[in-house]
């Protein structure tokens, strides 16, 4: 009789620990045409708010926007994330003169003759307990010229 009764036990705890276990890690899927889904474009500028326009990454006078997503990827990875390659040009918005964490595609335009970048943008979250991490690293600048 105990024992059937700790085997309910045991079940009971199972079955519990499976409905809270985050999914298994996947391989990246490529995300098509993530320029036409707000919920990846409200991703890339919560990267440029939250770590894109830190001075490590961006030294220079003027926070940078979002122009285009090259690529973008999401991968099952305790919660989920998401890889965005990103076209990025200099704003109007000056630092010092405005917070990143205030830059929005309303308040902030590409400015004439804006310098050019590609980065790699990283939003990792895990909602059931509310976390969301940036990271944000550069690929190379761009030419003047080059077109996308
Ligand atoms: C989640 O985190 C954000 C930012 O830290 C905070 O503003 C919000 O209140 C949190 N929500 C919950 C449900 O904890
Ligand atoms: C940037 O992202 C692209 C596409 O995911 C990848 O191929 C490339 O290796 C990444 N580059 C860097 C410097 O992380």
Known sequence: MYSSLLLVFVCAAFATMNETKPPMPGAPIDIKDPNNDQEHMNRVWGAVNGELNNQASNNGPYHFVPIKIL?????????????????????????GEMQATELTQANCKLRDGANRA????????????????????????????ETF
């Open 71 to 95: 690529s973008a990827k999401s991968q099952v990875v305790a919660g989920m994330k998401h890889i965005y390659e990103v076209l990025v040009g200099e704003s109007n918005c000056k630092k």
């Open 118 to 145: 590609i980065y790699n943008l990283s939003v990792w979250e895990r909602p059931w307990d509310n976390f969301t991490q940036y990271t944000a690293e550069k690929v190379r600048t761009v030419d003047a010229k």
